[in-house]
């Protein structure tokens, strides 16, 4: 079966200092992959999705950029962090292209100070 | 554009009612429609989807959902609530097109169920 892992889990980061955030899959492959943001525990924005290795679309301008060197690894990256970055970051993959339901990972909470 | 929404911010419901959270959708040409429910700091689950067919949809945890073409609507509903119901839930939206296979998702509705 598909499993996502996310990592860290959590981190608190001063304003201005880098940011990595690791999305990891198994048991599927070729998969696409989205990352999300959650902000106060509401509504999820997508940020990055990504069809295959190296392909990476925006959805949003901002200091934040995506990048995918492997078929199952996703990672979300920042030269500067801002206090605006704070969230609930959620990795998701496409199981099923052709109904297109995602499964999500666990998530990794960034406070940013 | 896509977009979903969500017009409730919180549902109130007592343990053993029938439940209702409310959701409207616009997109282009035939849409993809799912609920997720997400707990407290973890990822959020699938609970049930619309692809094509019978307009009542069935999914997990009892829930089921029903599809309204001509009111762009997708209610996800319940028969008898449960307090351990009580979570953040979400309507998504994907057009049928949409090569992405991204979903946009609702702001959320929190549904508490009280003893």
């Known amino acids: 079966s598909q499993t996502i892992h996310q990592w860290p889990a959590t981190l608190v980061q001063p304003v201005g200092s880098p940011l990595s955030l690791e999305c990891t899959v198994e048991?599927?492959?070729?998969?696409?992959l989205y990352w999300y943001r959650q902000a106060a525990g509401r509504g999820l924005q997508l940020l990055f999705y990504?069809?295959?290795?190296?392909?990476i679309s925006s959805e949003v301008p901002q200091n934040l950029s995506a990048s995918r060197p492997q078929d199952r690894q996703f990672i979300l990256s920042s030269k500067k962090l801002l206090l605006s970055d704070s969230g609930f970051y959620l990795c998701?993959?496409?199981?099923?292209?052709?109904?297109?339901?995602?499964?999500f990972g666990e998530g990794s909470r960034l406070t940013v100070l | 554009a896509q977009s979903v929404a969500q017009p409730e911010d919180q549902v109130n419901v007592a343990e053993g009612n029938p439940l209702t959270v409310k959701c409207t959708y616009s997109?282009?040409?035939?849409?993809?429609l799912f609920w997720y429910v997400q707990y407290p700091n973890r990822g959020l689950q699938f609970l049930l989807k619309?692809?094509?067919?019978?307009?009542l949809v069935k999914g997990s945890y009892g829930f089921e959902a029903e599809f309204n073409k001509s009111q762009t609507s997708f209610h996800l509903k319940k028969p008898s609530a449960l307090v351990s119901d009580s979570a953040l839930y979400f309507c998504?939206?994907?057009?049928?097109?949409?090569?992405?296979?991204?979903?946009?998702f609702g702001s959320g509705t929190r549904l508490l169920v009280r003893p």
């Open positions: 998701a993959l496409s199981g099923h292209r052709n109904t297109g339901e995602l499964f």
């Open positions: 048991g599927t492959s070729n998969p696409n």
């Open positions: 990504s069809v295959g290795i190296g392909q």
């Open positions: 997109v282009s040409g035939n849409p993809y």
């Open positions: 619309y692809i094509t067919g019978d307009n």
């Open positions: 998504a939206v994907r057009g049928l097109m949409d090569s992405s296979y991204k979903l946009i």
